[in-house]
């Protein structure tokens, strides 16, 4: 079967699309362009000018080999064999109206319909957000909303202009040319302020189920709060999964639908460790953990060696200005924390915070606000 | 285009890197004879030593034209990169000629201020002091001025997003703007080359205008070519050695920093410098601070030069 050779270009790159690299309408000409200079007959040119034209990052690589393998390389009449990527998605509780009921009942002897929401709110401000029924957790995703992250600030090595501080010659220079160069006012100077990097580590794991949808409506409204420039989420469990373009959307619960999408190891096992690692080696010491502050998520159960934990927690403090560690068990009576993991990682953290309601996770805003 | 033409198909532009001891590969080749030939910007990014910077450099050298340069930093803002006035020279000017109509004034003593003749001198006085002589072209402006050139954008990363979004309107018109003298256009558009180490993630917006290409770290032969061709003077064995070394070290995952290509370089001239011909294992652990730069791969390098040489 012969297709035209726009159709077959403009195919693949509609298809590239389906496999969820952003290719945008000019790239795609672009990469017409491309293909029309080098050839389309020309297989490997035309493999090498599309990963030009079409890719933006190395995680688009490899969705582009396999598109390509699939596109280029396919046998007439046979099926193909490149195997999809799998995608398990969030599995979302069933919201039984039962439970709902159940939730309502001591409140309606109250009169005041005000208040006795406002009593509900504040009693669940310090619930364990594990031990919540499906109807309050609903209640509890719309009063996230209310949390209003602040990023800490940072001294910069640019100048902004100033009343009092020290003077600022060149502007002093200027402002003299004005008056054919004669120095009258003086003006002035200080260091400007921007805002530091903020990265959630946040761990899915099997373990921490039961928190990881409330951590994750957390750190997506540290990334609305900013608009994403200098706040960075991740999920760790057995592998790194960048997540902040995920999060971007400003309406939580689709957010959160896409990031479920964006990882592929919901409720697995952790090796923290190894995945620290990888979030070091690749993303943290070219400059994302350098001198911000980074929040590690997690229970601190470890499958994996907790020496590696210790040595990758030690490394991740030299880098960052502070490092917390969040734990949801932290809150709870009784709590010590003997876990090999928390106990390896406990020496390398600025501060040890609890994680698990909303009162805890108040609390979490404020001291990231003034790290 | 400059003194020397645009190539005609991707091989070509394999010969004429190579020739200036640039060793490439049939995709980076691909990529820059699309760069070249679409007028494209070029956005390499990669592990740092894989020799992003030096393709620039083998472009500028291979079609004969100027490189300039225009290093990052945090805070890099618009005066840096575009231009900016002389502000000391354009008093002294301003003072000179105050001086001047001073002693014209002096001569002529009755049409003193006010009269016809002032304001003209003013105006002339006005536009003598933005004259281009107190332009200082920062590298953007001179890349546009002396057209065909390569202008490198090194490390776009470390630069803050507002300057990138200043960045794309230079590289989608290729023209800039300056209120007192006028619009300055490139002729040709120059080859513009974009280089950045993935500390963040750069706006699309700025990945859309460019071709986007990841530069790995080479094979083992690529890499003894490229040894071969960079620094001839190290003997076939040495070189055979330390590239097989290295290949090593980077196939294993407990490195911080894994060597890139520009570190074998080091290497193996700083070995060929001792007068090794061979590997052995004293000149390697004395030499290995070109190599690593941690003190724990150091230590982790040695144990496995250890078991290399004994085997």
Same mark, same amino acid.
């Given at each position: 079967m012969a297709h035209d050779a726009d159709e077959i270009v403009l195919g693949f790159a509609r298809a590239l699309r389906a496999a969820g690299v952003p290719v945008t309408q000019d790239r795609a000409q672009e990469f017409t362009r491309a293909v029309a200079l080098v050839g389309l007959d020309d297989r490997r040119a035309t493999y090498w000018s599309g990963r030009a034209t079409l890719?933006?990052?190395? =995680?688009d690589l490899d969705r582009y080999d396999q598109v390509f393998h699939a596109w280029f390389n396919h046998r007439d009449g046979l099926p193909r064999t490149v195997p999809s990527e799998e995608q398990p998605r969030v599995v979302t509780s069933d919201l039984s109206e039962r439970e709902e009921n159940a939730g309502g009942v001591p409140d309606q =002897?109250?009169?005041?319909p005000v208040r006795a929401m406002a009593s509900r709110t504040e009693r669940l401000r310090h619930r364990d957000v594990a031990a919540m029924s499906a109807a309050e957790k609903r209640l509890l995703a719309s009063l996230f909303a209310r949390i209003a992250p602040r990023l800490p600030q940072r001294r910069t090595s640019r100048h902004q202009r100033w009343h009092r501080g020290t003077i600022d010659a060149q502007r002093t220079l200027r402002e003299s040319l004005r008056r054919m160069g004669e120095p009258a006012d003086l003006a002035w100077r200080r260091r400007g302020t921007r805002p530091r990097r903020v990265v959630l580590l946040i761990d899915v794991s099997g373990s921490m189920s039961a928190y990881a949808d409330a951590l994750l409506r957390l750190a997506h409204r540290f990334v609305v709060a900013d608009g994403g420039r200098h706040v960075d989420v991740f999920t760790l469990g057995t592998r790194l999964t960048h997540i902040t373009r995920a999060l971007r959307q400003r309406d939580p619960d689709r957010a959160l639908i896409a990031a479920g999408e964006t990882?592929?190891?919901?409720?697995g096992g952790t090796r923290l460790g190894e995945v620290l690692r990888v979030f070091l080696d690749r993303w943290g010491a070219r400059g994302?953990?350098?001198?911000s502050v980074v929040v590690v998520c997690s229970d601190g159960w470890e499958r994996g060696d907790t020496a590696l934990l210790g040595e990758q927690m030690a490394r991740l403090q030299r880098l960052a200005h502070r490092v917390l560690w969040v734990n949801p068990h932290r809150g709870k009576d009784g709590y010590l924390p003997v876990q090999q993991g928390v106990a390896a990682a406990l020496p390398h953290c600025d501060d040890f915070l609890a994680g698990h309601s909303l009162a805890t996770y108040d609390e979490l805003v404020e001291v990231v606000a003034h790290a | 285009m400059g003194n020397q033409q645009a190539p005609g198909d991707v091989g070509e532009v394999e010969r004429f890197l190579g020739k200036t001891g640039y060793v490439s590969d049939e995709s980076l080749a691909t990529v820059v004879f699309l760069a070249l030939r679409m007028q494209r910007p070029l956005l390499l990014e990669g592990?740092?030593?894989?020799g992003k910077t030096a393709l620039a450099e083998a472009i500028a050298e291979a079609m004969d034209l100027p490189l300039i340069r225009l290093q990052c930093y945090e805070g890099i803002d618009a005066t840096q990169a575009l231009y900016d006035w002389d502000f000391p020279r354009q008093i002294l000017h301003l003072r000179a000629i105050e001086a001047v109509a001073g002693t014209q004034a002096g001569g002529a003593s009755g049409n003193a201020s006010g009269g016809p003749t002032a304001d003209p001198m003013l105006q002339d006085a006005e536009k003598s002091l933005y004259d281009e002589r107190f332009l200082l072209a920062r590298p953007v402006l001179q890349a546009l001025r002396e057209s065909p050139a390569v202008l490198l954008v090194d490390e776009v990363d470390r630069a803050d997003d507002e300057f990138e979004a200043f960045l794309l309107e230079v590289l989608s018109t290729y023209q800039v703007t300056i209120p007192e003298i006028g619009t300055v256009k490139a002729a040709t558009p120059p080859i513009v080359v974009l280089t950045s180490n993935r500390t963040r993630e750069l706006h699309d917006a700025l990945k859309r205008r460019c071709l986007y290409h990841w530069i790995d770290h080479p094979g083992l032969e690529r890499e003894l070519e490229i040894l071969r061709s960079r620094a001839p003077e190290v003997s076939e064995e040495l070189a055979r050695q330390v590239v097989t070394v290295v290949q090593n070290l980077r196939g294993r995952?407990?490195?911080l920093k894994p060597p890139g290509v520009a570190e074998t370089l080091d290497w193996a001239r700083a070995l060929e410098s001792l007068g090794a011909s061979e590997l052995d294992l004293e000149t390697a652990s004395a030499t290995l601070g070109a190599l690593v730069k941690y003190r724990e791969d150091g230590d982790r390098v040695r144990q496995a030069l250890d078991r290399m040489m004994a085997g």
């Open positions: 890719c933006s990052c190395p =995680d =002897d109250d009169g005041d990882v592929p190891d919901w409720s994302l953990a350098r001198g | 592990e740092p030593g894989t995952d407990d490195l």
